[in-house]
C-alpha cells in the first residue's frame, strides 16, 4: 500500500483537478501573453485593433533553479498590410516578477529600452513620433505590468520583440507552479508560424514528479536533479496557457496528493507517484517479448530502422532479465520458444537472428500478439512485457481491429505491450488501441527521424520497471474512493510518473 498524508488543496491548485476530470477551467484574467495593440491604422471589422498584426514566431525559454525562474520570450510581429502602423506593446507580468531586459529591433538593430517614468516616456515619445523615428521606451502602467510604444511598425515587415523577467515560484501542497501566459488566440491575424517553450529545471533536492497539465510535452531527465521539458508546435493559435507542476523529495518513491471538496458534495483527488532516476540495481528483474513485423509491408527503411530499434533494446537489456524474439510474417516464428536468460551468448544469437531478416509475405499480426501472450504461463509472477515494432497493417488471419483488440484485453493477464509503429502509413488507431488495451503506451518514428533518439527514450520507460502490480486503497473505513481512472493502476517504470485520479465520499483523516 503506498502513503501519502491526505491534504486539502487550494484555489490555486484547483485547476490540475479540474482539468484532468473534463470541466472548464476559468480564464486567467489578469495574465496575458505580449502583444500589440495597434492606435492607428486600418482595423478590420469586429476584431480587435491588434488583429491586423500577425505573430510570426513565439519562442520561450525558461530556466528554472531552486525555484528562481528567469524567463526569455523572444516574438516577431509582422505588418502585413500596406501602411505603416502604430501601436502600445503590453506585457503584464506574473504577480511579483520584475523585468529585466526589454529588447526591440529598430532599423535592423536590437535596442534595450531605458525605464523611465510614466510622464517622461510619454512626452520623449509624443516628441520622436512627431519626428517619424522609432522608439523603445519601456513604460510602467500599473502593477506587473509594462507597455511600450511602438512607431512605426513598417508595412510588409517584422518587429522583432525580446523580453526577460524573474520571479519566484510559489510552492503549495509539496507542488511548485511555473505558469507562462501563453494565450494569444486573439494576439495575430493569422496561426503562429511556430511557438515553443524550453523549461530547464534543476533543484537542490531530487525532482520527482513533473507534470503539465495545459499541453504535450517532452521530458528529458539528466540524474535527480535536473529535468528538460520541451514544447513546440506550428502552424496553431494557442488559447492555454502553459502551466508546470514539480514536486521534489529525498525519498525513493515520491508521492504526492491532491484533494478538493466544495460543500456536501462527493470530493476529488489527484494522486501523482514517481521514483525519479533510480539505479538499475533497484529494477525489479523482468521478463521481455520483442516482436518484430518483417512482412512485405515492412520492406525498405521501416524494416532497417526496426532492426536498429531492436538492436538497442537487445543491447539494453539488464543482466536479470529473461527474453524471447518473435518474428512475424505470413506465419509466426519464435527464436527460442521460450524465456532465455540475457545472456551475452542468447543476445548475440538474437542479434545475429535479426540482422538476416528480409521483408516478405503478408501480415500476421493478431497470431503474432497471441504467440507473445502465451508466453507470460513461464513468468513466475515476474513483470512481463511485450514490445511490438510493426506498421500495424494486419492482412493475414484476423484484420478485424476490433477483434485483435478483444483478444488483447480479454486475455487474462497483467501483461503490458508496448507499440513501436515505424513508417508514415502506420495504424496508429490500431497500435495505440493494443497499447492502451493493455496500459502500455505506443511510440512512432518517421523514416526521416533520428531512429537512435526515439528508440531511447522509449526503451528507458519499458526496461526498468521499479513497482508492480499497484493497488490504490485507503486506511479509513469512512473514506470511500470512487470512479478512478485508471481503474487499474499501470506498473511504475523508472523515469515516469503515475497519475491516478477520481472522487471520494466521506470524511475525516486518512493515509492513501
Same mark, same amino acid.
Given at each position: 500500500?503506498?502513503?501519502?498524508?491526505?491534504?486539502?488543496?487550494?484555489?490555486?491548485?484547483?485547476?490540475?483537478?479540474?482539468?484532468?476530470?473534463?470541466?472548464?477551467?476559468?480564464?486567467?484574467?489578469?495574465?496575458?501573453?505580449?502583444?500589440?495593440?495597434?492606435?492607428?491604422?486600418?482595423?478590420?471589422?469586429?476584431?480587435?485593433?491588434?488583429?491586423?498584426?500577425?505573430?510570426?514566431?513565439?519562442?520561450?525559454?525558461?530556466?528554472?533553479?531552486?525555484?528562481?525562474?528567469?524567463?526569455?520570450?523572444?516574438?516577431?510581429?509582422?505588418?502585413?498590410?500596406?501602411?505603416?502602423?502604430?501601436?502600445?506593446?503590453?506585457?503584464?507580468?506574473?504577480?511579483?516578477?520584475?523585468?529585466?531586459?526589454?529588447?526591440?529591433?529598430?532599423?535592423?538593430?536590437?535596442?534595450?529600452?531605458?525605464?523611465?517614468?510614466?510622464?517622461?516616456?510619454?512626452?520623449?515619445?509624443?516628441?520622436?513620433?512627431?519626428?517619424?523615428?522609432?522608439?523603445?521606451?519601456?513604460?510602467?502602467?500599473?502593477?506587473?505590468?509594462?507597455?511600450?510604444?511602438?512607431?512605426?511598425?513598417?508595412?510588409?515587415?517584422?518587429?522583432?520583440?525580446?523580453?526577460?523577467?524573474?520571479?519566484?515560484?510559489?510552492?503549495?501542497?509539496?507542488?511548485?507552479?511555473?505558469?507562462?501566459?501563453?494565450?494569444?488566440?486573439?494576439?495575430?491575424?493569422?496561426?503562429?508560424? =511556430? $511557438?515553443?517553450?524550453?523549461?530547464?529545471?534543476?533543484?537542490?533536492?531530487?525532482?520527482? *514528479? !513533473?507534470?503539465? &497539465?495545459?499541453?504535450? /510535452?517532452?521530458?528529458?531527465?539528466?540524474?535527480?536533479?535536473?529535468?528538460?521539458?520541451?514544447?513546440?508546435?506550428?502552424?496553431?493559435?494557442?488559447?492555454?496557457?502553459?502551466?508546470?507542476?514539480?514536486?521534489?523529495?529525498?525519498?525513493?518513491?515520491?508521492?504526492?496528493?491532491?484533494?478538493?471538496?466544495?460543500?456536501?458534495?462527493?470530493?476529488?483527488?489527484?494522486?501523482?507517484?514517481?521514483?525519479?532516476?533510480?539505479?538499475?540495481?533497484?529494477?525489479?528483474?523482468?521478463?521481455?517479448?520483442?516482436?518484430?513485423?518483417?512482412?512485405?509491408?515492412?520492406?525498405?527503411?521501416?524494416?532497417?530502422?526496426?532492426?536498429?530499434?531492436?538492436?538497442?533494446?537487445?543491447?539494453?537489456?539488464?543482466?536479470?532479465?529473461?527474453?524471447?524474439?518473435?518474428?512475424?510474417?505470413? =506465419? $509466426?516464428?519464435?527464436?527460442?520458444?521460450?524465456?532465455?536468460?540475457?545472456?551475452?551468448? *542468447? !543476445?548475440?544469437? &538474437?542479434?545475429?537472428? /535479426?540482422?538476416?531478416?528480409?521483408?516478405?509475405?503478408?501480415?500476421?499480426?493478431?497470431?503474432?500478439?497471441?504467440?507473445?501472450?502465451?508466453?507470460?504461463?513461464?513468468?513466475?509472477?515476474?513483470?512481463?512485457?511485450?514490445?511490438?515494432?510493426?506498421?500495424?497493417?494486419?492482412?493475414?488471419?484476423?484484420?478485424?481491429?476490433?477483434?485483435?483488440?478483444?483478444?488483447?484485453?480479454?486475455?487474462?493477464?497483467?501483461?503490458?505491450?508496448?507499440?513501436?509503429?515505424?513508417?508514415?502509413?502506420?495504424?496508429?488507431?490500431?497500435?495505440?488501441?493494443?497499447?492502451?488495451?493493455?496500459?502500455?503506451?505506443?511510440?512512432?518514428?518517421?523514416?526521416?527521424?533520428?531512429?537512435?533518439?526515439?528508440?531511447?527514450?522509449?526503451?528507458?520507460?519499458?526496461?526498468?520497471?521499479?513497482?508492480?502490480?499497484?493497488?490504490?486503497?485507503?486506511?479509513?473505513?469512512?473514506?470511500?474512493?470512487?470512479?478512478?481512472?485508471?481503474?487499474?493502476?499501470?506498473?511504475?517504470?523508472?523515469?515516469?510518473?503515475?497519475?491516478?485520479?477520481?472522487?471520494?465520499?466521506?470524511?475525516?483523516?486518512?493515509?492513501?
Amino acid at each position: 500500500m503506498l502513503h501519502a498524508p491526505s491534504k486539502t488543496v487550494s484555489g490555486t491548485q484547483l485547476w490540475l483537478l479540474l482539468a484532468l476530470f473534463g470541466f472548464l477551467i476559468w480564464p486567467t484574467c489578469s495574465h496575458a501573453d505580449g502583444f500589440i495593440v495597434v492606435t492607428d491604422g486600418p482595423i478590420v471589422p469586429h476584431h480587435f485593433r491588434f488583429a491586423p498584426l500577425e505573430v510570426r514566431f513565439h519562442h520561450v525559454k525558461v530556466t528554472i533553479e531552486n525555484d528562481v525562474a528567469t524567463t526569455e520570450v523572444d516574438e516577431e510581429f509582422y505588418n502585413p498590410n500596406g501602411q505603416r502602423l502604430e501601436g502600445t506593446y503590453l506585457f503584464p507580468l506574473p504577480s511579483g516578477a520584475h523585468i529585466d531586459k526589454f529588447v526591440m529591433d529598430i532599423n535592423g538593430e536590437m535596442v534595450q529600452a531605458e525605464l523611465l517614468a510614466a510622464d517622461k516616456a510619454r512626452s520623449i515619445y509624443e516628441e520622436i513620433v512627431r519626428k517619424a523615428k522609432d522608439p523603445a521606451l519601456l513604460e510602467y502602467v500599473g502593477r506587473d505590468a509594462f507597455k511600450v510604444r511602438i512607431f512605426p511598425i513598417e508595412p510588409n515587415s517584422g518587429k522583432r520583440i525580446k523580453v526577460k523577467y524573474t520571479q519566484l515560484l510559489n510552492t503549495e501542497s509539496g507542488f511548485t507552479e511555473y505558469t507562462y501566459p501563453l494565450n494569444t488566440e486573439k494576439f495575430s491575424s493569422t496561426p503562429l508560424n =511556430e $511557438v515553443s517553450i524550453k523549461v530547464d529545471l534543476k533543484t537542490r533536492e531530487a525532482i520527482k *514528479n !513533473v507534470y503539465c &497539465a495545459s499541453h504535450t /510535452v517532452d521530458l528529458r531527465r539528466d540524474g535527480d536533479r535536473h529535468v528538460v521539458v520541451g514544447f513546440e508546435q506550428k502552424n496553431v493559435r494557442p488559447d492555454t496557457d502553459f502551466k508546470l507542476l514539480y514536486t521534489r523529495d529525498s525519498k525513493a518513491i515520491g508521492i504526492n496528493l491532491l484533494s478538493y471538496r466544495a460543500d456536501r458534495d462527493d470530493g476529488y483527488y489527484l494522486l501523482m507517484a514517481s521514483p525519479g532516476q533510480i539505479t538499475v540495481s533497484s529494477s525489479q528483474p523482468k521478463d521481455i517479448t520483442f516482436v518484430l513485423d518483417n512482412s512485405g509491408s515492412m520492406a525498405g527503411p521501416k524494416l532497417e530502422q526496426a532492426k536498429k530499434a531492436l538492436a538497442f533494446c537487445l543491447a539494453n537489456l539488464n543482466p536479470e532479465d529473461r527474453f524471447e524474439l518473435i518474428r512475424f510474417s505470413t =506465419e $509466426v516464428e519464435p527464436l527460442f520458444n521460450e524465456l532465455k536468460p540475457a545472456s551475452k551468448e *542468447n !543476445v548475440d544469437k &538474437a542479434g545475429e537472428f /535479426v540482422t538476416h531478416l528480409h521483408a516478405t509475405g503478408g501480415t500476421a499480426l493478431d497470431e503474432a500478439l497471441k504467440k507473445a501472450l502465451a508466453a507470460v504461463h513461464g513468468t513466475d509472477g515476474r513483470p512481463y512485457v511485450i514490445v511490438f515494432l510493426t506498421d500495424g497493417q494486419p492482412t493475414v488471419g484476423q484484420t478485424s481491429e476490433d477483434a485483435i483488440v478483444a483478444n488483447i484485453t480479454h486475455a487474462d493477464t497483467a501483461t503490458r505491450i508496448f507499440t513501436f509503429g515505424i513508417g508514415n502509413d502506420v495504424n496508429t488507431h490500431l497500435l495505440d488501441r493494443v497499447a492502451e488495451g493493455t496500459h502500455g503506451f505506443s511510440q512512432y518514428v518517421l523514416p526521416v527521424e533520428d531512429i537512435e533518439l526515439k528508440v531511447s527514450n522509449f526503451y528507458a520507460k519499458v526496461k526498468e520497471p521499479v513497482l508492480s502490480n499497484l493497488q490504490l486503497s485507503v486506511n479509513s473505513p469512512g473514506i470511500k474512493l470512487q470512479q478512478m481512472y485508471p481503474n487499474k493502476l499501470p506498473d511504475l517504470f523508472n523515469g515516469q510518473m503515475l497519475i491516478a485520479f477520481g472522487r471520494y465520499s466521506g470524511h475525516g483523516s486518512a493515509a492513501l
